[in-house]
Nanobody, 134 residues
Framework: QVQLVESGGGLVQPGGSLRLSCAVSGFTMDSKDNHAIAWFRQAPGKEREGVSC????????YYRDSVKGRFTISRDNAKNTFYLQLNNLKPEDTAVYFCAASDRISSAQAMGVISIITGWYDYWGQGTQVTVSS
């Protein structure tokens, strides 16, 4: 059974930082698999959107344009935990952030924006709230 549990959200001022964690069980990131972990977010009244992805086969990453240079996705193989470092946060980053797992992503870099489309992901966490406000 695949389980993803997010943590690390909170209230932060504009320009501040947070690190989100996603603890994963029942799903491994082996280099031989087309597995990927991605972060998504959903603001009130808006559709869920992809933020970033990391793929197991080649270790590459992909970011949506609005977070490039500010957010960093990473992994701790020993803990099977994934992180999203959020720097220079803006009010428009306010949302519930979700991590999700897929077994159909061959390469985040090669697939690009496709790697952060919700339909490719079958396993989801419950989300963690990030609020950016002064």
């Amino acid at each position: 059974q695949v389980q993803l549990v997010e943590s690390g959200g909170g209230l932060v001022q504009p320009g501040g930082s947070l690190r989100l964690s996603c603890a994963v069980s029942g799903f491994t990131m082996d280099s031989k698999d087309n597995h990927a972990i991605a972060w998504f977010r959903q603001a009130p009244g808006k559709e869920r959107e992809g933020v970033s992805c990391i793929s197991s086969s080649d270790g590459t990453t992909y970011y949506r344009d609005s977070v490039k240079g500010r957010f960093t996705i990473s992994r701790d193989n020993a803990k099977n935990t994934f992180y999203l470092q959020l720097n220079n946060l803006k009010p428009e980053d306010t949302a519930v952030y979700f991590c999700a797992a897929s077994d159909r992503i061959s390469s985040a870099q090669a697939m690009g924006v496709i790697s952060i489309i919700t339909g490719w992901y079958d396993y989801w966490g419950q989300g963690t709230q990030v609020t950016v406000s002064s």
